[in-house]
């Protein structure tokens, strides 16, 4: 098996059992690969295994949300695209963000830079667009920020409602919610 079929398969298991939850047995049985095989793939163990997983992550975000944000288009259409994007990611609310679960616990001390980065990266991006659409930048990063905060609480609530209606509601009105032209203090 390829090293990117076997980090497509350790992704399910980081993002259902966190970095410490994600045990060689489970990584094994997720793969099919003995731990022989896993260390051949990944000689330094489950952190890079985990650290494989987060570039994959990061650079399946980067061609299909951020890019969505680069693009030629109006900054409505942008962040619509965005939004539709991020449904599929996400499978309409029921994947769980990998960078909130590897920001917990020992994982967050391994892995704090490149989640850090990729969020601002995002908040960047995002509060880009705005500026583009004629927002101020303060107010524009602030509506960046918040939205971040809402998709990622609705991921949340997907998570402990077992209801995808959240998640739903929150990309349907983003973008008009976004672009408001009044300012909410």
């Not at 992704?11 to 060689?24: D, H, K, M, N």
């Not at 793969?31 to 330094?44: E, M, W």
């Not at 994007?85 to 679960?101: I, K, M, R």
């Not at 997907?158 to 349907?172: E, H, N, S, T």
């Amino acid at each position: 098996m390829s090293r990117e079929k076997t980090i497509a398969k350790l992704i399910g298991v980081f993002r259902q059992y966190g970095y410490e939850g994600a045990t060689l047995s489970r990584l094994s049985e997720a793969t099919g690969l003995g731990r022989a095989s896993l260390y051949h793939h990944f000689p330094k163990g489950k952190e890079e295994m985990a650290e494989a997983v987060l570039e994959y992550i990061n650079s399946c975000f980067e061609t299909t949300i951020l890019a969505s944000l680069r693009t030629n288009d109006n900054p409505s259409q942008r962040l619509r695209v965005m939004c539709q994007n991020l449904n599929e990611f996400y499978s309409q609310g029921q994947n769980t963000c990998l960078l909130n679960v590897m920001s917990l616990g020992q994982a967050n001390d391994l892995f704090h830079a490149p989640i850090q980065q990729a969020l601002k990266t995002w908040i960047d991006q995002l509060a880009q667009v705005l500026v583009e659409a004629g927002i101020e930048s303060t107010i524009a990063r602030q509506r960046a920020e918040d939205a971040v905060i809402q998709i990622q609480g609705a991921l949340v609530l997907v998570r402990g409602l077992d209801d995808i209606a959240p998640f739903k509601r929150i990309l349907a009105n983003l973008p008009e919610n976004l672009l408001e032209d009044k300012i909410v203090s």
